[in-house]
Each structure stands twice: as structure tokens, then as C-alpha cells.
């Protein structure tokens, strides 16, 4: 199989947009069915489209709505809604070595989410450090406007959808996740990282089953990393042993 080409310098960020593509399969269908929900908890169309471009969390938007429409305080929705994105406390660590030579970094983080993490941590590397800030910005920018867009058409069609074509309905929740399987599918030839998705998975259902299911993500992410960097540990020791052996 040949390598992604790389691109030039002009062009990084339309290689991103262009790879950001397939991710659309999955952010329009449940942007799509969040847009739909908010609007019959009592948002308006404009108030789900704004807290897509401004919170734009996946997740913690359902719940969000739900908490709000509940009458839930102000403070534990907040608390709860940063209880679920805890888990980009591994994700920007692993993402900015590869864009920390640019002063734009952290802002945009805000296009960070689960698919683009694992589309960029494979795809990063790859690239030349000139064209890495052009490729997220391309890629991170294609996600979000499908995400504000899918939103849209939600808070005004979806109903008209849904009721149209009922299984639609059905189906869109499940979009994401399957997408973010497929990203994650190639990682599971690697030994290293098959332990750790292991170990992740293992977890995160473990905790779900005693019904935390709110932190279940957030925790199992930083068991995940404890994981990964204690299998990296082990195998660096192992190398300096063997290393330290023959040179003996």
C-alpha cells in the first residue's frame, strides 16, 4: 500500500479538508439528531446551532440540552458537561508536540474531538512539520462546519426527516461511534496499542456497568494513557537491558 501523499506548503490545509471528508459520514447524522433534540427541549434553532459552534462537544451537548430542559442548577451541568470532556487532558498533550511550533495551537484546540484526535495522531507524524498546522487547520475546520451544519438542518428538518423516513431516526446516533471504530481499527495491529485500546475498552464498560457512565470515558482515557506509557516503560527498559547486555 502506498504512503498518503504529502503536500506542499500551499496546499496542507486542502489535503486536511479533503481528508476530513469521510468524517462527515459520521459528525452530519448526529449533529443532525442533536440539532432535532434541542429544538424539542425548547431551544430554538439559533440557540442549538450556537452551542454546536461554541461547545461543539458531541456528548456533552446531549447532555447539556437534557440537563438545561430538566431544570438541572446551572453549576452541575457545568460540572457534568466538564466531567465528560476531562478526556482532552490526554488528547491535547499527545496532539501538541506535533504543533507546538506554532502560536495558534492552542486555540485551536477547540477543533479537537475524539475523530480528529485519532485521525491526526496517525496522520501527523506523516507529515512535515511546515505543513502539520495547515493539515489541522483543514481538517479540524471541515469537521466543525459539518457538525454547525448537520445541527441546522436538524433544528429545521429533522422532524420532517424522521417522520419521513423513520429509520433515520434510528441510525443517526450510531454514526459516530462506528466512525470513530473505524479510525481506531488500524491501531489494533500494533501490539502496543491493541493492549492499550484493550485495556481502555475493558475499563470504560467496566465502569459503565456499575452505572457511572458519566466518567466512565474520562476515566478509562487516563487509564488507557497509564497503560500505553507503562507498556512504553517496560519496552524501553527491556531495550536498555538487552542493550546493556551485549555491549557487557
Not at 11 to 29: H, Q, V
Not at 48 to 76: C, D, E, K, N, R
Request: aromatic share 12%; net charge positive.
Amino acid at each position: 500500500m502506498s504512503s498518503p501523499a504529502k503536500p506542499g506548503i500551499h496546499s496542507a490545509w486542502i489535503t486536511g479538508a479533503r481528508e476530513g471528508i469521510p468524517l462527515l459520514g459520521g459528525y452530519i447524522p448526529v449533529a443532525i439528531s442533536f440539532g432535532l433534540i434541542a429544538v424539542q427541549s425548547g431551544f430554538s434553532a439559533w440557540e442549538a446551532v450556537l452551542i454546536s459552534t461554541v461547545v461543539y462537544a458531541g456528548a456533552s451537548q446531549f447532555l447539556f440540552v437534557a440537563m438545561v430542559a430538566a431544570g438541572a442548577p446551572l453549576w452541575l451541568v457545568v460540572v457534568m458537561t466538564l466531567l465528560i470532556n476531562a478526556r482532552h487532558l490526554v488528547y491535547g498533550p499527545n496532539i501538541a508536540p506535533w504543533l507546538s511550533g506554532s502560536r495558534w495551537w492552542p486555540w485551536l484546540m477547540h477543533g479537537l474531538t475524539d475523530q480528529i484526535f485519532a485521525l491526526s495522531h496517525v496522520r501527523l507524524p506523516q507529515l512535515e512539520a511546515r505543513h502539520r498546522m495547515g493539515w489541522y487547520i483543514g481538517v479540524a475546520v471541515v469537521a466543525w462546519f459539518s457538525w454547525i451544519g448537520g445541527t441546522a438542518i436538524g433544528a429545521v428538518a429533522g422532524m420532517e426527516l424522521t417522520q419521513r423516513w423513520p429509520l433515520v431516526g434510528e441510525v443517526m446516533p450510531f454514526a459516530l461511534p462506528a466512525l470513530f471504530l473505524v479510525l481506531l481499527a488500524p491501531r489494533f495491529a500494533s501490539r502496543h496499542w491493541a493492549l492499550t485500546l484493550a485495556a481502555t475498552i475493558s475499563s470504560a464498560l467496566l465502569i459503565a456497568l456499575y452505572g457511572f457512565k458519566n466518567a466512565a470515558i474520562p476515566i478509562a482515557a487516563v487509564c488507557g494513557a497509564l497503560v500505553y506509557y507503562g507498556l512504553d516503560i517496560l519496552v524501553r527498559n527491556r531495550l536498555n537491558s538487552t542493550s546493556e547486555a551485549k555491549n557487557g
